[in-house]
């Protein structure tokens, strides 16, 4: 099969280190993914509550709702996954529990199952984007793509790779057959891991180790997206230049405001640098890396619309990788 026959990825997940903005980079790619005709799920996890707000909109709970039109005007809807809910939505699939299950949550039995076993919240929520992805309605996909705002970097190969674990010591019986369902999809090409960062050192690190960790693990890497990324790069300057510059322009400066300008525009010169230098070393993992502008107002819808604008092109409507 050649690279072009290649499953388009149905399930984004997108991580990165707190503070590089991967919540907004996740809204972003729903509403670029959502073209034409095309619906699209944004999840969160862990109670993060983050995407809410982003959109002006009340906080998301377990039921799916519609969030906004995509930018190429398909539709995004959103839910935050919870733990709870997922493992009774398990109970019913599998156990056909039904209201049974409503009473063991009321008798604490759940949070009992998960603190004695932490990794099942990791099963189970990683099992409702599976049913999200596979799940039909009148004949067709539910959703054409899932986009996951996914647990920080440091914890993200340890929060996909729970199943394989699990499928392991489960060998039989639902919950092993649970598992190696969502392993195979989480390690196929319908996946994408995207790793957000921003031009600094420490992001820029934990990328490339978190790169390492999903190679090692044969989970499937999509794109590096450098987040944050300011200006353009400016042109090349003498003090004289700026001098006859400010003086076509009705200005004299003195020396001390010609140097201060001076300061200015080498500080900006070596940022620019120090991103190329970012750039080039998150090149060298053999990924295409994305670049988003900072917006310095910070992330709102209408942010949000110009970061998927941003990526629309680069994904051909559909595809991360």
Known sequence: MTASALPVPRLHIVTGKGGTGKTSVAAALALALAS???RVL????????????????????????????GAGGGEVFGQSVDADEALLDYLTMFYRLGSAGRALQKFGAIDFATTIAPGLRDILLTGKLKEAVSRTESGRM?????????????????????????????????????????ARLLHSSLTAVHLVTTP??????ET?????????ADLPV???????????????ITPDELEAGL???GLVPDGALLAGLMTEYESARAEIRAVDAYRDRLEQLGRRVE???????????SGLYQLARELTPRLGGQDAH
């Open 247 to 249: 003086a076509s322009a």
């Open 42 to 69: 944004l999840v969160e996890v862990e109670g993060r509550q983050g995407i809410a707000p982003l959109f002006g909109t009340a906080s998301l709970g377990y039921e799916e709702r519609h969030l906004a039109a």
């Open 208 to 216: 490339v180790d978190a790169h390492r960790e999903l190679m090692a």
């Open 142 to 182: 539910a959703y054409d793509a899932v986009v996951l705002d996914a647990p920080p970097t440091g914890r993200v190969v340890k929060f996909l790779n729970v199943t394989v674990e699990s499928g392991r010591l489960a060998k039989t019986g639902p919950i092993g057959k649970h598992s190696r369902s969502v």
């Open 291 to 301: 670049e988003l502008p900072l917006i310095p107002e910070g992330v709102d819808l």
């Open 222 to 236: 999509g794109r590096i997206i450098l987040n944050k990324v300011t200006g353009a790069k400016p042109a090349e």
């Open 36 to 38: 034409p005709g095309r």
């Open 200 to 205: 600094a050192a420490m992001p820029v690190q």
